[in-house]
């Protein structure tokens, strides 16, 4: 099939196909590095507290770029806000369902979100879905850009292996999507989501991604994909079947989800 009909198929003109997006300089990947590490220790600086950090380390950046950079990033600072928007009336809304709820077994509450992950040369996002009795990374999935896609994609691999009876993430675009709340819905799963600025309500995918950033990705600083997806591939393997954690009475996640 030639690549003029295969244009006309996606609805696409031919001079994107052939478009090579501009990177991002080597000065901005290093600041991007540096709003992650800190944003890891404080998830409540928002770009004016964060473009104060930078200046501290003596980067003469001004907050418009650091702004830019968060965005792009998918960093907001965590704390209450006001609400003086409201969401779109085509978006349906969820409560928060796992405020004082006991959860005594596997595959009883999932959760799922999203992380910036650097790389030498560029950068990449990262989704997980978590088992929160057991904390077993059940699906991974990388992609280049924060579109909803990457996201179902590792929600219906997870299923295919099973189900919970809650599943819960935050309020992002990629979650609150038709395609991703209609396969939960029709699989008669329960949605819940995190309040609005709300960390803690997602504690446990927010703690394996400290995990995984300081224990691999900053000891590592994968150079290509490839390599990332390689070394992800090998510590999620020993993150469920090796890592004893002490909340789990030192057992694996393995260990634990399927006993």
Known sequence: MSVRRQCELLGLHRSTLYYQPAGESVEN????RLLDEQYLRTPFYGWPRMTAYLHRQGYAVNHKRVQRLMQKMGLQAIYPKPKTTRAAQERKGYPYLLRGLEITRPNFVWS?????????????????????????VLTWQLSNTLDGYF???????????GQPVIFNTDQGVQFTAHGFTDCLESADIRISMDGRGRALDNVFVERLWRSLKYEDIYLKDYASVPELAAGLAAYFHFYNHERPHQSLNYCTPAELHFA
């Open 29 to 32: 990947l290093h600041l991007m």
């Open 112 to 136: 799922a979100d999203i992380t910036y992950i650097p790389t030498r040369h560029g950068f990449m996002y990262l989704v997980a879905v978590i088992d929160w009795y057991s904390r077993y």
């Open 151 to 161: 996201c179902l994609d590792a929600l219906q691999q997870a299923l295919s292996n």
